[in-house]
T-cell receptor, first 118, second 114 residues
Framework: NAGVMQNPRHLVRRRGQEARLRCSPMKGHSHVYWYRQLPEEGLKFMVYLQKENIIDESGMPKERFSAEFPKEGPSILRIQQVVRGDSAAYFC????????????????FGPGTRLTVL | AQSVTQLDSQVPVFEEAPVELRCNYSSSVSVYLFWYVQYPNQGLQLLLKYLSGSTLVKGINGFEAEFNKSQTSFHLRKPSVHISDTAEYFCAVLGHYNTDKLIFGTGTRLQVFP
């Protein structure tokens, strides 16, 4: 059973270009979470999505960043007009079902996409 | 809201020595607690978790952690480390009834020397 897949593993962009990061959740998982890890820092939550719905985007920067999780295909994190400060590792996680009350749903992490902005 | 503090950014230790990585948290609600390990250029792997019950939790690779509610701590321990334990270790919390976002500490780099 394949784990969470992310591609590309490494992405280099010049300032002003667009970056598209893809995440395929584990089989049977319909909940996806994106986290960003800046150099020398821990992971910071960005957004939580279910199929075709954004549930919580409280960690997303207000501009240039967007995320989607269509009915078919992987979840996409899109960064428009990248700047040097966007250089980071972006991790995707998936869970079998979403948060519900006090139940805990384990998040399984992908290997990450390391974005470098020149 | 929750927050996590990992006071030690780096912990150097010799092989076969014991190690403790410290984690303290703050939260106004009950939390679930986790330790993840990140090997170079890889994703996060769950080492262990505390959800409820016994406060001493055993994980993979010989690691264990103890939940101390009065001290709001969840320190990670291993009695004898190996070179292969060299990695970044992250403590994280998940608030009850708000379980969509893990809150991570800034990480502790464990460096094991021969």
């Amino acid at each position: 059973n394949a784990g969470v897949m992310q591609n590309p593993r490494h992405l280099v962009r010049r300032r002003g270009q667009e970056a598209r990061l893809r995440c395929s959740p584990m089989k049977g998982h319909s909940h996806v979470y994106w986290y960003r890890q800046l150099p020398e820092e821990g992971l910071k939550f960005m957004v939580y999505l279910q199929k075709e719905n954004i549930i919580d985007e409280s960690g997303m920067p207000k501009e240039r960043f967007s995320a989607e999780f269509p009915k078919e295909g992987p979840s996409i994190l899109r960064i428009q007009q990248v700047v040097r400060g966007d250089s980071a590792a972006y991790f995707c996680a998936s869970s079998f079902r979403g948060p519900s009350g006090a139940n805990y749903n384990e998040q399984f992490f992908g290997p990450g996409t390391r974005l470098t902005v020149l | 809201a929750q927050s996590v503090t990992q006071l030690d950014s780096q912990v150097p230790v010799f092989e076969e020595a014991p190690v403790e990585l410290r984690c303290n948290y703050s939260s106004s609600v009950s939390v679930y607690l986790f330790w993840y390990v990140q090997y170079p250029n890889q994703g996060l792997q769950l080492l262990l978790k505390y959800l409820s019950g016994s406060t001493l939790v055993k994980g993979i690779n010989g690691f264990e952690a103890e939940f101390n509610k009065s001290q709001t701590s969840f320190h990670l321990r291993k009695p004898s480390v190996h070179i292969s334990d060299t990695a970044e270790y992250f403590c994280a919390v998940l608030g009850h009834y708000n379980t969509d976002k893990l809150i991570f500490g800034t990480g502790t780099r464990l460096q094991v020397f021969p």
